[in-house]
């Protein structure tokens, strides 16, 4: 079966919370996924997040965030609201986010970019090398699993009037 949904878990697995979008991930290949729904550890790569978006209809990428929120925090936005491209005298691929990613496959991918690309973020607490992920943040990804994978067994309803941000319940 094609890949009608594809889910990229961005941030850094050696850096305490920042590793909540790999371990969904893995969490979510450890639980099975439904039919047409791939994941993929993004890690820090923002450029190959890009080109595995290419002809793929809804993207769902997940990373943590620092806004300042109660950690565990979690947020869901639409794609358009951060697909903004930086200035170029700014960017290099060591700063290339995945916010960056998304600019950059919409210029790229023309027609074959996803028809609805969905954010969440998870608030951090520590994004210390080698610190594991805090109780915060692990109970929020097991908890973002549990609604995707709902979503994705239920008959399918628009998001096109999500707020900006949402945070979720």
């Known amino acids: 079966m094609s890949c009608r949904t594809l889910l990229i878990g961005c941030g850094n697995i050696l ?4 590793a909540a979008g ?3 991930v893995r969490r979510l290949w450890q639980r099975g996924l439904p039919p ?7 890690g820090t790569g923002g450029m190959d997040v890009a080109f595995q978006m290419r002809g793929v209809p809804q993207v ?3 990373d943590a965030c620092r806004s300042g929120h109660r950690p565990g925090s979690l947020f869901r936005l639409p794609g358009q609201a951060v697909e903004q491209l930086p200035p170029p005298q700014g960017i290099n691929l060591h700063a290339f986010r995945w916010d960056h990613a998304l600019a950059f496959a919409r210029w790229l991918l023309k027609d074959e970019y996803p028809r609805e690309v969905t954010v969440y973020l998870i608030e951090g607490a520590s994004f ?3 610190e594991p992920l805090s109780p915060e943040v692990d109970r929020a990804v097991d908890h973002l699993a549990d609604l995707l994978l709902e979503q994705w067994t239920r008959p399918r309803e628009s998001s096109s009037s999500l707020p900006v941000p949402e945070q979720v319940p």
């Open 128 to 130: 210390e090398l080698g």
């Open 22 to 24: 790999p371990v969904l």
């Open 15 to 18: 850096r305490g919370d920042d």
């Open 60 to 62: 769902v990428l997940v």
């Open 36 to 42: 047409g729904v791939r994941c993929a550890d993004g």
